[in-house]
């Protein structure tokens, strides 16, 4: 589905990402967790080419990423969620109309867009907030509407940077379980960069771990727990046992 290889990214004389290889199964569920600017955001915008690398290649679906251009580029993004840590709702527009805009954007009917966006939000618990504006909604609510955006165009791979760390405390449980209904249910391939442990435990078929712009350890979740082999790793096996 998801083939990356050898991918480099630097930012002046830093470097965000060091040879990176990940490869990701149809219907997978990815986690990718790792300290603060070790490279993991990163990486997945580097897939949907909002943040253009360096190097490498990214092969999506047999699609060569990165030697797509213009409407082939937009189009090709449509058919990757993303749904992004700050959520990024147009404070102007109602609920259901930043769920349809880029439907609209796209050429879409604007009633299927409706229907679809109305079917989206339902997904997600927000059916009825349809027509308030994201100020009329908490965080956790603004980031559910950001995660139907991501649902409403039928992606084939969502990814997912760091979804729950503009939330407070209180709040992050509540789009947690939406995340987990939706790895459940779709049948979606996921890439989804967070530090929640425990939900990679219940929902991920593999963990990668990544330091230093470089994937260091990776594994199914209960094994690679059990027993990490890396210093990330055995750090955030620790916050399972506090």
Wanted: charge should be neutral; charged fraction near 25%.
């Amino acid at each position: 589905m998801l083939q990356i290889r050898d991918l480099y990214k630097s930012y002046g004389k830093t470097t965000a990402l060091d040879g990176v290889d990940l490869h990701v199964a149809r219907g997978e569920t990815v986690v990718i967790m790792g300290p603060s600017g070790c490279g993991k955001s990163t990486l997945i915008r580097c897939v949907n080419r909002l943040t253009e690398p360096d190097g490498g290649s990214i092969i999506l679906g047999g699609q060569d990423v990165l030697a797509l251009q213009g409407p082939e580029l937009q189009a090709f993004r449509r058919k990757v969620g993303f749904v992004f840590q700050h959520f990024n709702l147009i404070a102007r527009l109602t609920v259901l109309d930043n769920v349809m805009f880029h439907l609209v954007l796209a050429g879409m009917d604007r009633e299927e867009a409706r229907a679809r966006a109305l079917l989206a939000l339902d997904r997600v618990g927000l059916k009825a907030a349809a027509d308030r504006r994201p100020a009329q909604l908490s965080g956790g609510q603004q980031q559910r509407v950001g995660i139907a955006r991501a649902l409403v165009t039928n992606p084939e791979i969502m990814l997912w940077d760091e979804p729950t760390a503009s939330l407070d405390p209180i709040l992050v449980g509540e789009v947690l379980e939406v995340m987990e209904e939706l790895v459940k249910e779709t049948g979606t391939t996921m890439v989804i960069v967070t530090h929640e442990v425990s939900f990679a435990l219940r929902a991920a078929h593999r963990i990668v771990f990544m330091d230093r712009g470089k994937v260091v350890e990776e594994g199914d979740p209960q094994e690679v727990f059990a027993q990490p082999r890396s210093e990330i790793a055995r750090l955030y096996r620790k916050l399972l046992m506090n």
